[in-house]
């Protein structure tokens, strides 16, 4: 009996110190840098700090254009200049066109694709087919701020604020000294909708706001502004201007978790990327392409080593081999989806660095009778080597009149989603985007379809 009294206390001993031993470890885990979870804080200091620092990825990023041709936004508005550096990503409202910098795109493929005279980004300009575009690659406010915000895809400018969206509301007082880190700066529609992110508040030992430093996405790149308090008053004070905050984080982005989807990749976007130096492709490196689309391998050979072949494999198959090489463009299309690798062998026998990238399929089709107003219907939708994800609906008639239907895995196998009849309020014609995702970027897809009453 004395022997099983001892054993009793025994284990309960261990399993105390099991207990914290396991606690301890988490905690240190929990407090380790890359981890978005730190020991000791809120979760509203968490998605502060970290929307300050996923914003300066975008906005403190450093470029020089290897060429000329690469569009400022806006119709006449000229070029980046050749060999000038340039900070912050470049303003480009690139829709169905283009690609968005930080969501359809790693920061390190547009990077790549800077390096490489004959990418998208010199000698494509979609200035004159989509409104304030520019450059093939490029952000708005909009996308910037929701990247910062941790946002799966981004919310249009006045779908930050408490008059579109749940889970914000204005700040009081309407002024610096009620200003806090990751807070908003919304301009209404009225003025010309625009979105912008306070990233740094400075007090003074009395605990007064000095300094507010303001963050957005303009052309030409990202502006980064550091205020005085009395002129970030004057700031939020014209243009009808409202100072708002998030104060139920998960109210605010809903489905639209930037965790739950492949893409914003953080952790790829805020390293240093090794920029291949022998060979890019026109869209730069590490992204996708669909099906049939024709891909141009630049053999760009930067430090004359000499190279002897072209090496094209998908997977561990090669796919193709082509000799005696020399600088310039080789073109390929690839009419089998999957994961594509490119290397050069040199004359010495050495590999370049791979390119790498993804050949994939995404379609969808929608009812071919009368779709009503206020009523449910279907998109049927299939994609090769890319997992659709959601859909996004926008009204031509109101376009304040935006949503979003997140794509779950009982919809993937069905090969089909239900729009909830309540998405548009609006009838006419409407745009449908689908978007589809793989480990190197994201598809979108444009159909549109009237919705009657």
């Known amino acids: 009996m004395l022997h099983y009294k001892v054993s009793t206390r025994y284990i309960i001993c261990r399993l105390k110190h099991c207990f914290l031993v396991c606690t301890l470890a988490v ?78 795109i790693f920061l390190k493929t547009f990077l790549a694709a800077i390096q490489n005279p004959h990418s998208v980004v010199y000698t494509e300009n979609l200035s004159e087919k989509v409104t304030n575009s520019g450059c093939y690659y490029g952000a708005v406010c909009s996308s910037y701020t929701s990247y910062a915000l941790q946002c799966g895809n981004w919310y249009l400018s006045w779908q930050h604020s408490p008059d579109y969206r749940e889970g914000v509301s204005l700040v009081e007082p309407q002024s610096a000294q009620g200003v806090q880190v990751g807070d908003i700066v919304f301009t209404p529609p009225n003025a010309g909708a625009h979105v912008e992110i306070v990233t740094e508040v400075t007090r003074n030992d009395a605990g007064k706001v000095t300094h507010v430093r303001v963050e957005d996405s303009w052309p030409e790149t990202t502006r980064n502004i550091y205020r005085g308090a009395e002129e970030f008053n004057l700031h939020i004070a014209a243009k009808g201007k409202m100072l708002c905050r998030i104060i139920d984080y998960d109210t605010w982005r809903a489905d639209n978790k930037a965790e ?18 022998v060979l890019l492709l026109d869209r730069g490196d590490w992204v996708a392409y669909k099906r049939g689309q024709v891909v141009r391998f630049n053999i760009m050979d930067r430090d004359n080593q000499g190279v002897n072949k072209l090496i094209v494999k998908r997977g561990i198959d090669i796919v193709e081999e082509i000799d005696k090489l020399k600088k310039g463009i080789i073109e390929r299309a690839f009419s089998i989806c999957g994961d594509y690798t490119a290397y050069c062998v040199m004359n010495d026998g050495s590999h370049s660095q791979a390119c790498e990238f993804s050949v994939c399929d995404l379609d969808f089709s929608l009812p071919t009778g009368k779709v009503t107003l206020g009523k449910p219907w279907e998109i049927k939708f299939a994609a090769d080597n890319m997992k659709v994800v959601f859909a996004y609906l926008y009204s031509d008639q109101n376009r304040y009149n935006a949503g979003y239907v997140f794509i779950n895995d009982e919809d993937r196998r069905n090969g089909q989603v239900t729009i909830p009849g309540d998405l548009v309020k609006d009838s006419g014609n409407l745009q449908v985007w689908l978007y589809g995702e793989n480990r190197y970027g994201r598809l979108k897809k444009r159909q549109d379809i009237f919705l009657g009453n």
């Open 260 to 277: 739950s989807f492949l893409f914003p990749n953080y952790k790829e976007d805020s390293a240093t990327a090794s920029i291949n130096r």
């Open 27 to 104: 905690l240190i885990v929990l407090a380790s840098p890359g981890n978005h979870i730190i020991a000791g804080e809120n979760e509203a200091e968490i998605w502060q700090k970290n929307a300050v620092k996923y914003a300066k990825i975008m906005s403190g990023v450093k470029w020089t254009p290897v060429a000329d041709g690469m569009p400022i936004k806006g119709v006449g508005k000229g070029y980046f200049e050749k060999g000038k550096e340039y900070t912050g990503v470049p303003y480009s409202s690139v829709k169905y066109e283009g690609r968005y910098i930080g969501f359809d």
